[in-house]
């Protein structure tokens, strides 16, 4: 059995030679551009950021996204909760104004009623509208009255519908943090100069 060689260290080889590697390229043209910067010029650096992203342009009063996300979020877990309610109502024989008894239940278009703003509302906020914070505070105010209609009925569920109108209006009141706003309008309400002009 023979030993296996050492293979040859990078430094034992020789560099190919210029005519070993073909033919060289014409010089380029004097007054194209060059890799390299003038001398004195600083070189980019090469991590630059890129450019920002032609999406939909933001308007007054729109959410920025994070805030745009947790208003979403708000308004689902507000449908899903009232969904909530639905599934336990029906499973435990308890009945809240909007559903009615089992024997007896309300139509369709009564029981769905409670959903109609939350849904709206997330919709709304997935299409990036405007002004989402006020129409939170309203959904807010009609989610409570569905849970005012439960009190003395089943306050258990009229408690719960009462959070969750009370959860739908804390988030939709935090959202105003993060509207978006002109910047002459921040600046008269501080009373500075607009800096645009």
Do not use: K
């Not at 959202?175 to 009373?191: I, K, Q, T, Y």
């Amino acid at each position: 059995m023979q030993p296996i060689p050492d293979p040859p260290s990078a430094d034992a080889q020789d560099p190919p030679s210029r005519d070993a590697l073909g033919p060289r390229l014409p010089a380029a043209d004097a007054g194209a551009a060059s890799d390299t910067p003038p001398p004195g010029a600083q070189a980019p650096f090469p991590f630059t950021a890129p450019p920002p992203s032609a999406a939909a342009p933001t308007r007054d009063g729109q959410l920025t996204t994070g805030w745009g996300t947790a208003f979403w979020l708000a308004w689902a877990g507000v449908a899903g909760g009232l969904a909530a309610v639905w599934y336990s109502s029906r499973t435990l024989g308890l009945s809240t104004w909007w559903l009615g008894p089992e024997t007896e239940p309300r139509l369709i278009v009564v029981s769905l009623l409670p959903f109609v703003a939350p849904l709206a509302l997330a919709i709304q906020a997935l299409l990036q509208r405007p002004w989402l914070p006020w129409l939170g505070i309203g959904g807010a105010v009609i989610t409570a009255l569905v849970g005012v209609g439960d009190i003395g009925r089943v306050n258990g569920y009229a408690s719960i519908e009462l959070l969750l109108a009370a959860g739908g209006l804390a988030v939709s009141t935090a959202c105003f943090a993060g509207m978006l706003r002109r910047p002459g309008v921040e600046a008269a309400a501080a009373g500075l100069p607009d800096a645009a002009t």
